[in-house]
């Protein structure tokens, strides 16, 4: 038999009763003496970030609710006011013909310089609210997306061309409102 003082400095005495194994799991068994506690304590801790996550759930909703809100009341006063810029701007040119109108005796020179002022007010104002006129030249390529073809006449010009404008078209902000009347050239 060995004496236990015989042993080496370093080593230590493993009681009998444990092993390795057994050791090592004797830390956590320390550390957790209550089992029914700690579940206990993990369940209060989970329910504690259900709460939270619930909590930001509702938040981050009612934050899309209310800027879906806004975006609609946004939306419904642009549709409702949409045209006052454009409104404001012909307002002058309803006053100079109420004016030109109100003036008891007029001579024909008086009211075509007249209408012809109130005509310059007119394309001011659409030219302002980018209402843009589409009167293709002579000779210019027929473009279906701004013209539309009354009818087809033989010319000497090239096939599908302009030969004449019956009606000028416009456009808003790059948007035909109505495509230019012509007549086009046709195949030979």
Do not use: C, W
């Not at 009998?16 to 304590?41: C, G, V, W």
């Not at 810029?85 to 024909?108: M, Q, T, Y």
Request: glycine fraction near 2%; avoid cysteine.
């Amino acid at each position: 038999m060995s004496d236990p003082t015989s042993q080496t400095p370093n080593s230590t005495q493993l009681p009998p009763d444990l092993n390795s194994d057994e050791m090592q799991a004797a830390p956590a068994a320390q550390a957790s003496a209550d089992p029914l506690a700690d579940a206990q304590a993990e369940i209060a801790n989970l329910k504690a970030q259900n709460a939270d996550l619930a909590d930001q759930y509702l938040r981050a909703q009612a934050d899309v609710q209310n800027a879906r809100r806004r975006a609609d009341d946004e939306i419904t006063k642009a549709r409702k006011f949409a045209v006052e810029g454009f409104a404001d701007s012909l307002l002058p040119v309803l006053d100079s013909l109420e004016a030109g109108l109100a003036i008891p005796n007029v001579s024909l020179e008086q009211l075509r310089e007249g209408s012809e002022a109130t005509l310059r007010q007119l394309k001011s104002a659409l030219e302002r609210n980018k209402v843009v006129e589409i009167n293709p030249s002579a000779g210019t390529k027929f473009d279906p997306h701004h013209h539309q073809a009354i009818s087809v006449v033989p010319a000497e010009q090239e096939a599908n061309t302009v030969v004449t404008v019956l009606q000028k078209g416009y456009s808003i902000a790059e948007r035909v409102l109505r495509p230019a009347l012509v007549t086009v050239t046709a195949p030979k």
